[in-house]
C-alpha cells in the first residue's frame, strides 16, 4: 500500500490526474481506484491529447501540453510496480516520437536538457538515453550549421554518453556520426583537445560497435595524429588485437609494418620498458625524455560489456601506454600500439606475420607472371590506342624480349615432362610477332591468350602450396590464434570468431578471358572449409573503393524488401586486403575434410564468355578490326558509333538467357527468380555509380554467387574527379544490350523500381550519416595526392558533393510514372549507342 501511495502522491502532481479521478469518482467502483487505475488514465489521457493536437492543433495548448508530458518522463519508476513500469514505458516511447514529429530541433534540445537535469540517470537510463540521442542530435546539427569547435565539443560529447548507454542495439549512425565529427574538427583551424573526453567516456563503450570502422579510426590518426581514435585503437585492440594491426599494416605498408616487427623481436632480451620503445626510434635527440602516464585511469564497467569483452579486458595492460614527443606523431602512435599488441599476444602476431608472409609469396610462380605481363601490354595497347598509339607500341617492343627470355629460362629449368612439356613448350613456338597495325597486335594477342590459358588448364588447373608458398604450408593453429580472415570486414558476424587451423596443401589456378584467378582453401577451428580468390590489387585501391561504404549503406537501408542471404541490401564481399593481393571469400562449407569443392562464385566475363562462345579480348580486337576498316570521316566518333553497331550484331541473340537455361535445366523456374535478382543487384550497383559518381563498372570485378544467384562488385571505385549534372554524364551506368534483353520486362518491373524504391529509402534513413565518413576519408586521400591541405575551400567543396549526391537521390526518388522522369531518361542514355562508343575500349566486350 505504501508503494501505491507513493505512486498516487506522484500522479496527483498532474493537472490531468484532478480530472481524471473526478470523472473516476463518478463510477459504481470509485471505492477500488489505486495506483494501476491512474496510471491507466493519465497514459491514456496523454495519448489522447498527443493523438489530438496531431490532427487538430488549435484545440490543444502545447505549452500545457509539453509540460505535462515533461513532468511525466521525470517520474521516479523505481517506486513503480511492475505493471505501472511496462505501461509507463510504452507511453514514454510514443512521447519521444511525438517530440520527434512535431517539436522543432532546438525545442527537443531545450526538453532533453530539463529532463537530464532533474531525472535520475541509473533508474531512468532508457529516458537517460533518448535525451543523449536528442541532445547529441541537435548538437551535431549545430556544427555542422556554424562549424563552432565549442558545439562540436558538446556534440562529441552527446554521442559518447548516448553510444556509451546503448548497449541492446548497434547505434551504427551515432557512431559514423562521431567518427565524422572528430575527423571535421580535427580539420578545422582551431581543433578542439578531444582526448580527455575520450579518455572519460571511451573506456564505457562496447568496442564492437567500433570494430567495423577500425580503418577510419587508423586513418585519422595517420593524417593527424589523432590521439584521441588513438585511445579508441587501444579499447578495440584489448579484445580484437589483430583487427587493429591489421588496420595498422594498412595504414603505414608493408615495409614499414615489418620493419617495426623486426625491431620487437630484437628488443624482447631488453627488460627496461623506457628503454625498449626507446629503441624502436633510432636517432632521437633525448632518449630520456621518455616517461610514462596512465592512458585510462579506470577500467571500464563490465556489466555493459560482453563476456568475451570483459574477459579479454581484464587481461590487457591498461596501465601501459608509452609517451614522448615522439609519440605525438602517426608512426609513434603505431610503432607503440604494435608494441603493446605484441607484448599482449606475443604468439598470435608471430603467427600472422608469416601468415601475411606466406601470402605475398604466391604471386612467385612464373606462370602467373607470364600471364599478367601479357595481360599488361594487352592494356598498354588498348588504353593508349585513341590518345597516343606510337608510344604503347614503343613500350610493347621493348618489353617483348624481355619477356621471351624469362620464358627461355623457365622452360630450360622446368622439370615437367611428357605431354605437360610439349604444351609449355608451345608457349615459346607460338610466341607472337607482333608487327603490323594496332587491329593485327590485338588479334595476335588475343589468339595467343586462348591459347596460354588452354595450356594453364592443361598444366597447372591446381598447383601444391609449397611451391608457392612455403611458410603457409608449414603453418598450423598452434603456431597461434589467427583469426579467419573473413572477419576482417564483417566481425559483428559474431563474438567468437573462429581462428585458422591450416591451408588445404592444393591451390586452384582459374586462367579465362583475362583473369588469372587463385583459389585458397582454408581450414577453421569449427571444423569448416572457407574458400578465398586471390587477386592483385593495391592498399591504394582498397581505400579507394567503394565496397566499405556499401556496408554502411545496408544498414540506411535496412528495412528495403528485398534482402540477400546475409540479411543485408547489398551483397558485400569480405574482403582481406595486403600489399598487392586481396582475398575474398566465395564460399563457406560446412566440412571435416577438404572435398572437391566446384565453382561456386563466377566472374561475369566468364559467364558471358561462356554464353557467346567468344573471348572478350577477341571481341575487342574485332571491334578494333571493324574500326580499321571504316572510311575516314569528318567526325572521329562516327566510326566509333559504327564499329560498335557492327559487333554488336555478330554477338548471338538472348545469350545470357539461353546459358542460365542451360545451366539450370533442371530447375527453369530458378531463371525467373535468378533473372529478378540480378535486375535487382544492378539496380543497386547502377544507382549507386550514378549517385556518388563512382568509376564505370567493369565486368571483371563483378561476380555471380551460383549457389544464392547474388551478384557482386569487388571493386567499384569512387572517382576523382568532380561529379557532373545528369547531362554531362556520359553513360550513368552499366545497362548494355546483353542485359537489356536478359533483364526483359524486368527492367521496368523490378530494376527501375528498384532504384527508386531504394533511392527513397537513403533518403528517408539520411543515407548522408551513413556514407560521409567513408567519402571524407577518400576526399582527404584524394587531396593528399594533389598535395593539397585540407582548408575551407575543400571543405566548401566536399559539401558541395554531398549536396550533389542528395540533389541525384532526389531526382531519382521523385519517380511518378513519367516517360520523361530523371530515371527513364539514365536508363535511355546507359543504351545509347552514341554515348556508348565514346567510353574505352576495354568496356566494350557484349555491348
Not at 580472415?485 to 559474431?494: A, D, I, R, V
Request: proline content about 4%; glycine content about 4%.
Amino acid at each position: 500500500m505504501q508503494i501505491f501511495r507513493k505512486q498516487c502522491e506522484h500522479f496527483s502532481r498532474y493537472s490531468l490526474f484532478c480530472q481524471a479521478k473526478k470523472v473516476i469518482g463518478n463510477l459504481p467502483s470509485a471505492e477500488s481506484f489505486n495506483a494501476l487505475d491512474g496510471c491507466v488514465t493519465i497514459c491514456t489521457v496523454i495519448k489522447a491529447s498527443m493523438k489530438q493536437y496531431q490532427y487538430q492543433p488549435t484545440t490543444v495548448a502545447y505549452t500545457n501540453l509539453k509540460n505535462e508530458l515533461v513532468s511525466f518522463l521525470q517520474a521516479d519508476i523505481k517506486q513503480f510496480t511492475p505493471d505501472c513500469v511496462a505501461l509507463y514505458a510504452s507511453t514514454r516511447g510514443q512521447i519521444f516520437s511525438f517530440f520527434k514529429q512535431i517539436s522543432s530541433v532546438e525545442e527537443n534540445f531545450r526538453v532533453s536538457l530539463k529532463l537530464l537535469s532533474t531525472i535520475d540517470d541509473i533508474n531512468q537510463a532508457h529516458t537517460a538515453t533518448k535525451c543523449y540521442k536528442m541532445y547529441s542530435n541537435y548538437a551535431f546539427d549545430r556544427y555542422m550549421d556554424t562549424r563552432e569547435p565549442a558545439k562540436g565539443l558538446a556534440a562529441v560529447v552527446g554521442l559518447l554518453k548516448y553510444i556509451s548507454r546503448e548497449c541492446h542495439t548497434k547505434p551504427s549512425r551515432h557512431i559514423l556520426k562521431l567518427i565524422y565529427l572528430v575527423k571535421r574538427l580535427s580539420s578545422s583551424p582551431s581543433p578542439p583537445d578531444l582526448l580527455k573526453t575520450f579518455y572519460a567516456l571511451g573506456p564505457k563503450c562496447r568496442m564492437i560497435y567500433f570494430l567495423p570502422y577500425l580503418h577510419l579510426l587508423a586513418s585519422e590518426v595517420s593524417a593527424n595524429s589523432n590521439e584521441a581514435f588513438a585511445s579508441l585503437l587501444i579499447l578495440v585492440a584489448q579484445v580484437y588485437p589483430l583487427h587493429v594491426l591489421h588496420a595498422i599494416y594498412l595504414q603505414v605498408g608493408n615495409e614499414k609494418f615489418m620493419k617495426h616487427v623486426k625491431n620487437l623481436q630484437q628488443l624482447r632480451t631488453i627488460k627496461d620498458e623506457n628503454h625498449r620503445i626507446g629503441t624502436d626510434f633510432e636517432g632521437a635527440a633525448n632518449l630520456t625524455e621518455i616517461h610514462e602516464y596512465v592512458y585510462f585511469n579506470q577500467k571500464p564497467d563490465y556489466a555493459t560489456l560482453s563476456k568475451m569483452e570483459s574477459a579479454n579486458r581484464s587481461g590487457f595492460p591498461f596501465q601501459t601506454w608509452l609517451n614522448r614527443k615522439q609519440l605525438k606523431t602517426a608512426n609513434g602512435i603505431f610503432a607503440s600500439l604494435i608494441y603493446i599488441i605484441n607484448r599482449y599476444v606475443p604468439a598470435d602476431v608471430s603467427a600472422f606475420i608469416k601468415v601475411i608472409n606466406g601470402l605475398e609469396e604466391m604471386d612467385n610462380h612464373f606462370i602467373e607472371r607470364y600471364y599478367r605481363n601479357w595481360t599488361y601490354i594487352w592494356d598498354l595497347l588498348t588504353t593508349n590506342s585513341r590518345n597516343d598509339e606510337n608510344d604503347a607500341i614503343e613500350k610493347v617492343s621493348l618489353l617483348l624480349p624481355a619477356l621471351f627470355e624469362e620464358l627461355n629460362k623457365f622452360l630450360e629449368n622446368c622439370k615437367n615432362d611428357g605431354t605437360k612439356l610439349m604444351l609449355l613448350q608451345s608457349l615459346k613456338k607460338e610466341f607472337p610477332k607482333l608487327d603490323g597495325g594496332i587491329e593485327e597486335k590485338l588479334h595476335k594477342i588475343a589468339d595467343y591468350f586462348s591459347m596460354m590459358e588452354n595450356v594453364i588448364e592443361n598444366v597447372y588447373s591446381t598447383i601444391k602450396l609449397e611451391e608457392l608458398s612455403q611458410e603457409l604450408y608449414n603453418f598450423t593453429g598452434k603456431l597461434g590464434r589467427v583469426i579467419s580472415f573473413s572477419s576482417f570486414l564483417e566481425p559483428h558476424t559474431g563474438h567468437c570468431l573462429p581462428h585458422i587451423d591450416l591451408f588445404v596443401p592444393v591451390v586452384k589456378i582459374y586462367a579465362k578471358n583475362g583473369s588469372f584467378i587463385k583459389q585458397l582453401d582454408v581450414r577453421l577451428s569449427n571444423g569448416k572449409i572457407v574458400s578465398y580468390y586471390i587477386e592483385p590489387a593495391s592498399i591504394e585501391q582498397y581505400f579507394s573503393s567503394a565496397t566499405n561504404s556499401f556496408s554502411s549503406l545496408n544498414l540506411s537501408a535496412e528495412k528495403f524488401p528485398d534482402t540477400n542471404r546475409r540479411g543485408a541490401l547489398f551483397r558485400i564481399p569480405n574482403i582481406f586486403q595486403l600489399n598487392g593481393i586481396r582475398l575474398f571469400e566465395v564460399s563457406h562449407c560446412s566440412l571435416n575434410k577438404n572435398q572437391n569443392i566446384l565453382l561456386g562464385v563466377k566472374p561475369l566475363t566468364f559467364i558471358m564468355a561462356e554464353s557467346t562462345n567468344l573471348h572478350p579480348f577477341k571481341s575487342i580486337a574485332n571491334y578494333y578490326s571493324s574500326l580499321s576498316t571504316r572510311m575516314s570521316t569528318e567526325d572521329d566518333n562516327i566510326e566509333h558509333i559504327q564499329a560498335l553497331a557492327e559487333q554488336q550484331k555478330d554477338l548471338p541473340s538472348k545469350a545470357l538467357f539461353n546459358w542460365f537455361i542451360n545451366r539450370y535445366e533442371d530447375d527453369l523456374g530458378c531463371v525467373w527468380y535468378l533473372r529478378k535478382s540480378l535486375s535487382t543487384q544492378m539496380a543497386l550497383f547502377s544507382l549507386a555509380q550514378y549517385t556518388f559518381g563512382l568509376n564505370q563498372m567493369s565486368l571483371e570485378n563483378l561476380y555471380f554467387d551460383m549457389s544464392y544467384g547474388k551478384l557482386f562488385n569487388v571493386n567499384q571505385s569512387f572517382s576523382d574527379q568532380p561529379p557532373s549534372t545528369s547531362d554531362g554524364v556520359v553513360v550513368p551506368f552499366r545497362l548494355t544490350p546483353a542485359f537489356v534483353e536478359f533483364f526483359g520486362l524486368s527492367i521496368n518491373g523490378h530494376f527501375i523500381p528498384t532504384m527508386v524504391s531504394l533511392a527513397q529509402a537513403f533518403l528517408r534513413k539520411r543515407f548522408e550519416d551513413y556514407f560521409r565518413p567513408f567519402y571524407w576519408d577518400f576526399w582527404c586521400r584524394a587531396c593528399q595526392k594533389q598535395g593539397k591541405k585540407i582548408s575551407l575551400t575543400e571543405i566548401n567543396e566536399f559539401d558541395n558533393r554531398m549536396n550533389i549526391f542528395k540533389q541525384r537521390l532526389t531526382e531519382i526518388a521523385n519517380y511518378n510514372g513519367d516517360s520523361d522522369s530523371t530515371i527513364f531518361k539514365l536508363c535511355s542514355d546507359s543504351q545509347s549507342i552514341e554515348k556508348r562508343s565514346v567510353l574505352p575500349a576495354d568496356l566494350y566486350p557484349w555491348f
